[in-house]
């Protein structure tokens, strides 16, 4: 069985000497109590006839409903994931307003076997945070790339 696979976009600015990275808050009544290891760089699954680029760039969009920011994409390489998933990331320097962000919905079943189907937003919630507060909030398989922009960003220093 072909492992799923997602694609996602780490934007992140500079603040004097320190990085911040945009994360989101996972949407929907799992995560809603949930705040430690609750975050997502946005992304999302695409198909093998999609680009992972092009789908990194769709689930910003659809996730946050803005484009990215114009400027060069900064590959952080792909990590699979406790539930097998293998996700790709990219970095992207630029700002955006999370005022602005006007997240994208999904239907699920809630409650569970209920019958009943409800809409909630994919992300409830998109922050700007420091490596070291984000590395807390994303999930556990998703901070490998936070340790993977830092690694970049010094090497670019030096």
């Excluded at 004097?16 to 997502?40: C, K, N, Y």
């Excluded at 390489?77 to 006007?102: H, S």
Aim: overall charge negative; glycine content about 10%; proline content about 8%.
């Amino acid at each position: 069985m072909t492992a799923k696979r997602s694609a996602g976009l780490l934007l992140f600015r500079r603040r004097g000497t320190d990085i911040e990275v945009l994360i989101g808050h996972m949407g929907g009544p799992f995560w809603q109590a949930r705040d430690e290891a609750a975050w997502s760089v946005p992304k999302g699954e695409y198909t093998p006839e999609e680009e992972p680029m092009a789908a990194a760039r769709r689930e910003f969009e659809e996730e946050l409903g803005l484009a990215p920011p114009d400027g060069g994409w900064l590959p952080l390489g792909e990590a699979r994931q406790p539930n097998g998933k293998i996700v790709t990331v990219w970095a992207l320097e630029g700002d955006l307003d999370t005022d602005l962000v006007v997240p994208g919905t999904f239907t699920t079943e809630w409650p569970p076997g209920s019958g009943r189907m409800q809409e909630f937003p994919e992300i409830d919630r998109a922050e700007w945070l420091g490596v070291e507060a984000a590395r807390e909030k994303l999930v556990a398989g998703q901070r490998v790339f936070l340790d993977r922009l830092s690694e970049l960003l010094d090497s670019c220093r030096r």
